[in-house]
């Protein structure tokens, strides 16, 4: 069964911390996305990726690096985390562009 | 300013009833409409997607496309209270991989 899987699913850091959050996908899928939900602004682009070694800017790049080592693993990172970077965080896979990208089950993270 | 605007910001319904969900985008690239729900603590799941002008039937499920209006909607008949979730709209146009998300309707469905 198609899957994405974040890791951790919580996390709570200080203001200036560092913060790595994962994403793994096992459907052999091209595309991978970091999404951040926001009430009242829904889903928001952050990143995207082609495949392994690539690397697209979204709409909301500010404060956030990522890196996508392998077809099945995207990495976000958050170099010095601020309060405004609280939110949940959604990673998603898809196979092309016709298909509707497959979510993970999302991180929360809070910046203290 | 978000690109897919999603009215009404919330919606309760009877159960049995009829829950209507429009979406309207201002980027007339876009040219691939998805409707998906999320319940809560869970991640968004697609519901249907709509490619072509007109409506669109899965189940208990009708979505419509207008491309000429820019305008989408859902309407879910016969809603049950495990419909009750954020639905979202979300669109895509000629970028590679670029999903634009409107920022969601709340349902509550009353038992």
């Known amino acids: 069964e198609a899957a994405v899987t974040q890791s951790p699913r919580n996390k709570v850091t200080v203001t200036g911390g560092n913060v790595t959050l994962s994403c793994r996908q096992t459907n052999s899928h091209n595309y991978m996305y970091w999404y951040r939900q926001d009430t009242g602004h829904g889903l928001r682009l952050i990143h995207y990726?082609?495949?392994?070694?690539?690397?697209q800017i979204g709409d909301v790049p500010d404060g956030y690096k990522a890196t996508r080592t392998t077809q099945e693993d995207f990495f976000l990172l958050l170099e010095l985390a601020s309060p405004s970077q609280t939110s949940l965080y959604f990673c998603?896979?898809?196979?092309?562009?016709?298909?509707?990208?497959?979510f993970g089950e999302g991180t929360r993270l809070s910046v203290l | 300013q978000q690109k897919v605007q999603q009215s009404p910001e919330s919606l309760s319904v009877p159960e049995g009833g009829m829950a209507s969900f429009n979406c309207t985008s201002s980027d007339r690239n876009f040219q691939y409409f998805w409707w998906y729900r999320q319940h809560s603590g869970e991640g968004p799941k697609a519901l249907m997607s709509i490619f072509s002008d007109g409506d669109k039937k899965e189940g208990r499920f009708t979505a419509h496309l207008n491309k000429a209006s820019l305008h989408v909607s859902l309407h879910i008949r016969d809603s049950q209270p495990s419909d009750s979730a954020l639905y979202f709209c979300?669109?895509?146009?000629?970028?590679?991989?670029?999903?634009?998300f409107g920022a969601g309707t709340q349902l509550i469905v009353i038992p």
């Open positions: 998603a896979s898809s196979d092309n562009n016709n298909q509707a990208p497959l």
């Open positions: 979300a669109a895509r146009g000629s970028a590679l991989g670029r999903l634009h």
């Open positions: 990726s082609y495949g392994a070694g690539n690397l």
